[in-house]
């Protein structure tokens, strides 16, 4: 079982930067990949970026490649998502979740668990 909190969230101008941490229990985080999800009101759950167990390697949505960069720190038990030229159609909750297979995933099906989410407001 693993349990994760999100936090970092909160309301930023067009153009801003926001960390978005993820925290994760118990002592096997290495073992999964790890990725960030967003769903905006009204709108289907996104991908947004994954990084694989060792964080050697990363994927990200065409929409945020070169403005968002996810890291990990297995020693803390941590992820991360970096934010910059951040836009209003960022707007969302944003999820991270762990995944016990093998590769780089993008489909939340293949995760097997989630926070609880936190708010990212982007404002004109």
């Known amino acids: 079982q693993v349990q994760l909190v999100e936090s970092g969230g909160g309301l930023v101008q067009a153009g801003g930067s926001l960390r978005l941490s993820c925290s994760a229990s118990?002592?096997?985080?290495?073992?999964?990949?790890m990725g960030w999800f967003r769903q905006a009101p009204g709108k289907e759950r996104e991908f947004v970026a994954t990084?694989?167990?060792?964080?050697?390697?990363?994927n990200y949505w065409d929409s945020v490649k070169g403005r968002f960069t996810i890291s990990r720190d297995n020693a803390l038990n941590m992820v991360f998502l970096q934010m910059s030229s951040l836009k209003p159609e960022d707007t969302a909750v944003y999820y991270c979740?762990?995944?016990?297979?093998?590769?780089?995933?993008?489909?939340?099906?293949?995760?097997?668990?989630w926070g609880q989410g936190t708010q990212v407001t982007v404002s004109s």
């Open positions: 979740a762990a995944s016990r297979v093998v590769g780089l995933q993008q489909r939340g099906l293949m995760y097997d668990y």
């Open positions: 118990g002592r096997t985080f290495s073992s999964y990949a």
């Open positions: 990084i694989s167990r060792d964080g050697s390697s990363t």
